[in-house]
């Protein structure tokens, strides 16, 4: 693990359901970091600060909304433009809040999906933000039962919506969205278990015990992507782990995630990623600064 990454052990006890931090702050001063909870926040006039979840850098709006799974790198950080008066509100959950065996029943599929899909960071629409802001800044007025309440009724709102994007890639959590499909899950995990070595397209339609063609499409209909596409969308996460959590050459990294040559990881890293290998792991590290 990289020593500039803090592992935190939040205040949420073992009685709590979860745990709200409101804050009102002229900069974002805490380090990029990981936990076992799941954290919702809430960011509020901080337009142009850089968000960094999982392998995903990016710039915000003055309106953020993000639902961070467990022990997925995540942090906010000012490195441009002039103090403001930021507001966030911090919602951190066990991850066992919803019990297994209850999350499991039909009536929580939305929420049950939408955890699965924070392993990966999940931003929602400016619009899904701007319409519970009054609910997420009131939830700190709000005590015992009636705030878990009010907690659960956010995040199935949260859920039935259809505009929210996944923020980190696939490999970088060791993560994919279960599908509904065993077929396609057992797929996912032979990728993620492989991604170093070759893997055809004749192997993998092996082990879903299909023909190539009816694999290939298969995999399209389930995922949106190509079968290549998606391996190497895997094979990047991993790679883009490796980038923030060691000092292993780029080229070590390109051959150890299961790129064939230095040229073709540079070029599907900066078609899927809109920068190189070397500027991902220099503005990955620049992004942060400490006050």
């Known amino acids: 693990m990289n020593e500039r990454i ?7 006890t073992d009685s709590d359901c979860f745990t709200l931090f409101w804050r009102v702050k002229s900069r974002f001063d805490f380090p990029l970091h990981y936990h076992d909870e799941y954290e919702l926040n809430l960011i509020l006039d901080a337009k142009g600060s850089k968000r960094i979840v999982g392998d995903h850098v990016a710039r915000i709006d003055d309106v953020e909304l993000v639902l961070v799974g467990s022990n997925l790198y995540h942090g906010w950080f000012n490195d441009v433009g002039e103090n403001k008066e930021i507001t966030e509100v911090t919602i951190q959950f066990h991850r066992d ?10 009536q929580l599929s939305f929420i049950r999906n939408m955890f699965e899909k924070a392993q990966q960071g999940l931003l929602f629409s400016r619009e899904t933000a701007l319409t519970l802001k009054d609910r997420l800044l009131g939830l700190k007025d709000k005590v015992g ?4 309440l009010e907690l659960m009724a956010i995040l199935h709102q949260l859920s039935l ?3 929210a994007r996944t923020l980190s890639s696939v490999g970088f959590a060791d993560h994919h969205e279960q599908s509904n499909s065993r077929r396609i899950a057992k797929v996912f995990e032979y990728m993620n278990l492989h991604y170093s070595k070759p893997i055809t397209l004749l192997e993998m339609a092996a082990c879903a ?3 190539e063609a009816s694999f290939s499409r298969f995999v399209k209909k389930c995922t949106g992507k190509t079968f290549i596409d998606s391996l190497n969308e895997i094979r990047l996460g991993h790679a883009t782990r490796l980038l923030i959590d060691t000092n292993q050459t780029i080229a070590e990294i390109a051959y150890g995630c299961g790129f064939n040559n230095i040229s073709n990881f540079n070029r599907i890293f900066k078609r899927k990623k809109n920068c190189t290998p070397k500027e991902f792991r220099e503005n990955f590290f620049g992004a942060r600064v400490y006050i």
Request: proline share 4%.
């Open 6 to 12: 803090l592992r935190e052990v939040t205040p949420l």
């Open 97 to 106: 809040l919803f019990h297994k065996d209850f999350i499991s029943k039909n």
């Open 145 to 148: 039962f009636d705030s878990v």
């Open 161 to 163: 919506s259809n505009n």
């Open 209 to 211: 015990n299909m023909h």
